[in-house]
């Protein structure tokens, strides 16, 4: 099974080291894994054009055409994405816009797939849980299952206090926990259905 990770930062720091922990437990539980980074790729906002609805594809040329073939081939899809503004990155709203040009293609294209949310933030209660909202408010919308670690500490999925360092995330036992319990659920949620 393929596991196809975004990391959303535009600077590759706490919250790459976060989700290249995930990818990297994954890997050796025997998953195939592949990770996009957001750093230095042209990824433009969607301009609503209705391009996609009438081609069956984005007018837009840029970096999400990599982006297109890791949500297609993947089983399991993972968002990972720093806190700004109490929110998503930028680049991980422009992905989630974009990925309209895949449902003109086929409204089911990514149904059934299994979604799991890392949120990195500076602050302890910087915004992850609206992160993680985001997130699984795309997986809904496409029809990905989203999962989480469960009560008690990954309500919503992996949160981190990366104190804007990534040494402090390391440090971060609480947040590395949620991980590993959302990444356990992820690995029975891929197992079960996939």
């Given at each position: 099974?393929?596991?196809?990770?975004?990391?959303?930062?535009?600077?590759?720091?706490?919250?790459?080291?976060?989700?290249?922990?995930?990818?990297?437990?994954?890997?050796?539980?025997?998953?195939?894994?592949?990770?996009?980074?957001?750093?230095?790729?042209?990824?433009?906002?969607?301009?609503?054009?209705?391009?996609?609805?009438?081609?069956?594809?984005?007018?837009?040329?840029?970096?999400?055409?990599?982006?297109?073939?890791?949500?297609l081939t993947a089983d399991g899809i993972i968002?990972?994405?720093?806190?700004?503004?109490?929110?998503?990155?930028?680049?991980?709203?422009?992905?989630?816009?974009?990925?309209?040009?895949?449902?003109?293609?086929?409204?089911?294209?990514?149904?059934?797939?299994?979604?799991?949310?890392?949120?990195?933030?500076?602050?302890?209660?910087?915004?992850?849980?609206?992160?993680?909202?985001?997130?699984?408010?795309?997986?809904?919308?496409?029809?990905?299952?989203?999962?989480?670690?469960?009560?008690?500490?990954?309500?919503?999925?992996?949160?981190?206090?990366?104190?804007?360092?990534?040494?402090?995330?390391?440090?971060?036992?609480?947040?590395?926990?949620?991980?590993?319990?959302?990444?356990?659920?992820?690995?029975?949620?891929?197992?079960?259905?996939?």
């Open positions: 099974m393929k596991i196809f990770g975004i990391c959303a930062s535009p600077r590759n720091n706490t919250t790459e080291y976060a989700l290249s922990k995930a990818m990297r437990r994954l890997n050796e539980e025997g998953f195939e894994t592949e990770m996009f980074t957001c750093q230095s790729k042209d990824i433009k906002p969607c301009m609503h054009c209705d391009y996609c609805l009438e081609h069956k594809k984005c007018i837009i040329q840029d970096d999400m055409g990599d982006v297109y073939k890791g949500l968002l990972a994405t720093p806190v700004q503004n109490g929110g998503i990155s930028s680049y991980l709203s422009a992905i989630m816009d974009r990925t309209r040009a895949l449902e003109a293609i086929d409204y089911n294209i990514l149904r059934g797939k299994i979604g799991m949310s890392i949120t990195v933030g500076g602050d302890r209660t910087g915004g992850q849980d609206f992160a993680h909202l985001k997130n699984i408010t795309y997986f809904m919308i496409h029809g990905i299952i989203p999962v989480s670690g469960g009560p008690f500490g990954s309500n919503l999925g992996a949160s981190f206090w990366s104190k804007d360092s990534l040494d402090d995330i390391k440090e971060d036992y609480y947040g590395m926990d949620s991980l590993n319990r959302t990444l356990h659920e992820f690995e029975n949620f891929l197992n079960k259905y996939i």
